[in-house]
Antibody, heavy 117, light 110 residues
Framework: QVQLQESGPGLVKPSETLSLTCAVS?????????WGWIRQPPGKGLEWIGS???????YYNPSLKSRVTISVDTSKNQFSLKLSSVTAADTAVYYC??????????WGQGTLVTVSS | EIVLTQSPGTLSLSPGERATLSCRAS???????LAWYQQKPGQAPRLLIY???SRATGIPDRFSGSGSGTDFTLTISRLEPEDFAVYYC???????????FGQGTRLEIK
């Protein structure tokens, strides 16, 4: 079955760039669907960050668009997130997921990223 | 941007009771693009319902979704102990592409 696994640093300093990768197994990204990133600050709700197609076509949450870059590497069957100029407000669990038509399924287990000096 | 408002914020019920969770959109949402998720502590969200009323693979039939336009409902017919969790609705809009989640409803044991 399709599985997703997030990886990346768990601690990022303020003003730096957060970088995460989502490795996909059990399905080839090149076969289709969009893929997305979602985050959840501790104790709060879910926020969609952005999504990417295997061709590289992207769309982002307008509230984060100026700081977000999502890219895809079909040769490694993975996609990545970069969020620049981070602050403490960007501390969250970051999830990757497949966007199947209009809904996310499945999800990765999530990775906690803390922004702190 | 379409805003989704879930109510109530917290719902306290007992096992065996019926749960009704509401998701109201600030403007009309295509039923094809309304989903519900369940999230338990320390876990990733799990897809329950897509297309407003279709159950995802492996989801028990006590979970059902309904609604159209701006008003959507998730119903759990008879609560099991494992159903106590936080539930989120989510919409996808295509022009321009955008995705928003509701703020969640916490279903707790009474």
């Amino acid at each position: 079955q399709v599985q997703l696994q997030e990886s990346g640093p768990g601690l990022v300093k303020p003003s730096e760039t957060l970088s995460l990768t989502c490795a996909v197994s059990g399905y080839s990204i090149s076969s289709g669907y969009y893929w997305g990133w979602i985050r959840q600050p501790p104790g709060k709700g879910l926020e969609w960050i952005g999504s990417i197609y295997h061709s590289g076509s992207t769309y982002y949450n307008p509230s984060l668009k100026s700081r977000v870059t999502i890219s895809v590497d079909t040769s490694k069957n993975q996609f990545s997130l970069k969020l620049s100029s981070v602050t403490a407000a960007d501390t969250a669990v970051y999830y990757c997921a497949r966007l199947k038509l209009g809904w996310f399924d499945p999800w990765g287990q999530g990775t906690l990223v803390t922004v702190s000096s | 941007e379409i805003v989704l408002t879930q109510s109530p914020g917290t719902l306290s019920l007992s096992p065996g009771e019926r749960a009704t969770l509401s998701c109201r959109a600030s403007q009309s949402v295509s039923s094809s693009y309304l989903a519900w998720y369940q999230q338990k502590p320390g876990q990733a969200p799990r897809l329950l319902i897509y297309g407003a009323s279709s159950r995802a693979t492996g989801i028990p039939d006590r979970f059902s979704g309904s609604g159209s336009g701006t008003d959507f409902t998730l119903t759990i017919s008879r609560l099991e102990p494992e159903d106590f969790a936080v539930y989120y609705c989510q919409q996808y809009g295509s022009s321009p592409p955008s995705i928003t989640f509701g703020q969640g409803t916490r279903l707790e044991i009474k």
